[in-house]
């Protein structure tokens, strides 16, 4: 069964320093997005991603945060100067055609910042 | 701004009884989800309910939506330890395509 997977599974970085989260979502899907949780709370929508451009992005999403589709598969999140209030897991999802709505995640990054 | 909200938080439960876990919204939608997430784990998609009165049963859970009191519940029927994890509602915001995650209930089942 198609699923989308992410990398690395776990990321411990210094404070300050940048960080690429990658995923590759299901083959034919159109929509992806990235949602993070942290610890032990809800999952918060960061952004959406469609058509090679971000068509919705939160409030978190902030100047610090990208996103981009290099290569047609792989789309990847930047934090480009990681702070300590961003250490969560981080979940790439993805929706097919035939749109429900449903989302697919993926396993998950954990990041720590220390 | 849509809010969702569930109770209970937290839900320890026998094996073999019965419980509801419910989830509010604040604005008009007509689209639900319903996740399961097992610690440390991903989000794994239990229901999908695209309509008002919309039923979906899958072994012991069943979850239905009533969009004019924006509600939906989660029933589980004779719990099993195996259910033991984090369920979570979520909301389709209208004009968006974004989902917006529930609080989470953390269900435990003890013998």
């Known amino acids: 069964e198609p699923e989308v997977t992410q990398t690395p599974s776990h990321q411990v970085t210094q404070m300050g320093q940048e960080v690429i989260l990658r995923c590759v979502p299901i083959s034919n899907h159109l929509y992806f997005y990235w949602y993070r949780q942290i610890l032990g709370q809800k999952v918060e929508f960061l952004v959406s991603?469609?058509?090679?451009?971000?068509?919705?992005k939160s409030e978190i999403f902030d100047d610090q945060f990208s996103v981009e589709r290099p290569d047609g598969s792989n789309f990847t999140l930047k934090i480009r100067s990681t702070k300590l209030e961003d250490s969560a897991m981080y979940f790439c999802?993805?929706?097919?055609?035939?749109?429900?709505?449903?989302?697919?995640f993926g396993e998950g990054s954990r990041l720590t910042v220390l | 701004e849509l809010k969702v909200e569930q109770n209970p938080l937290f839900l320890s439960m026998q094996e073999g009884k019965n419980y509801t876990i419910y989830c509010n919204y604040s604005?008009?939608?007509?689209?639900l989800y319903w996740y399961r997430q097992d610690p440390g784990k991903s989000l794994e998609s239990l229901f999908v309910l695209l309509s008002n009165g919309a039923v979906k049963q899958e072994g012991r859970l069943m979850a239905s939506l009533d969009t004019k009191a924006r509600l939906s519940t989660l029933h589980i029927t004779a719990a099993v330890h195996d259910l033991s994890a984090t369920y979570f509602c979520a909301v389709d915001k209208w004009g968006t395509d974004k989902l917006i995650f529930g609080t989470g209930t953390r269900l435990q089942v003890f013998p």
């Open positions: 604005t008009t939608s007509d689209r």
């Open positions: 999802a993805s929706i097919g055609q035939g749109n429900t709505g449903e989302l697919f």
């Open positions: 991603f469609y058509n090679n451009e971000i068509s919705e």
